[in-house]
């Protein structure tokens, strides 16, 4: 009878056979996914091929954000688009490497980072209550934080007139990738800081979202999800 319904509706929308794909809502395999980025960027050399690399991680991570949300292509064409583009951009790279192409498409990555972080957001606010995948939902943004910026830091690198360090160099990915999470985690090492008035700026931004991220959505998120399980 539901599926009798929903074809019905289907055809009065004038989308026939256009359904939600499986919203499973857990986000625990997608969080698997931003982590094998992570360490990737991390332990890949800082070569053009990881840069292609890194994309394809990246594109493949928003299209599972994408199923485990129930996103159709319909219904988010600028999603998909962004995963297919992103997808030929890095294939395009592997096959002429060059270093104005190399460059795009880091910026790119951080577009795809951005756009696997609203997903994962609406996503979990459409389930219309907090539970254990809402806490994997906000792992997973909290973690694609820390990959934005990485990607922010690296086109300052290469946009720059100077070294973005004041260490005297632009850093490797590895580099950037850990600079930007000591930033997030606010743990100030100080072995690497940022040389001018824009990566200032960016360092303190990042520190600031990384906090009020912690103290307000996952705090939020935990203790609802503590109430929710004491409550009959």
Same mark, same amino acid.
């Given at each position: ?12 929308? &004038? ?65 998909? &688009? ?71 830091? &690296? ?78």
């Amino acid at each position: 009878m539901t599926t009798e319904l929903t074809e019905v509706r289907d055809r009065l929308s &004038g989308r026939p056979g256009l359904r939600k794909m499986h919203a499973s809502h857990s986000y625990w395999a997608v969080l698997g996914a931003i982590f094998v980025g992570f360490f990737f960027a991390a332990l890949a050399p800082n070569e053009s091929w990881a840069t292609s690399v890194l994309v394809l991680i990246q594109s493949g991570t928003l299209l599972l954000a994408l199923w485990t949300a129930g996103w159709t292509a319909s219904d988010r064409v600028i999603s998909f &688009g962004l995963a297919v583009a992103g997808a030929a951009g890095a294939m395009a790279n592997l096959v002429w490497q060059g270093n104005d192409l190399t460059a795009a498409l880091s910026l790119f990555a951080g577009v795809l980072t951005i756009a696997i972080a609203v997903v994962i957001a609406a996503g979990a606010v459409a389930q219309g209550e907090v539970n254990i995948k809402s806490v994997g939902g906000a792992i997973c943004v909290y973690m694609l934080i820390g990959m934005v910026f990485l990607f922010a830091y &690296g086109a300052v690198a290469a946009l720059g007139s100077g070294p973005f360090f004041a260490q005297g160099t632009d850093g490797t990915r590895p580099v950037r990738l850990y600079f930007s999470f000591v930033t997030l985690a606010t743990l100030g090492y100080g072995d690497y800081t940022p040389a001018d008035n824009l990566g200032h700026t960016l360092a303190i931004l990042e520190a600031l979202l990384g906090q009020l991220y912690l103290v307000t959505v996952v705090a939020v998120v935990v203790s609802r999800l503590g109430r929710s399980r004491r409550e009959p």
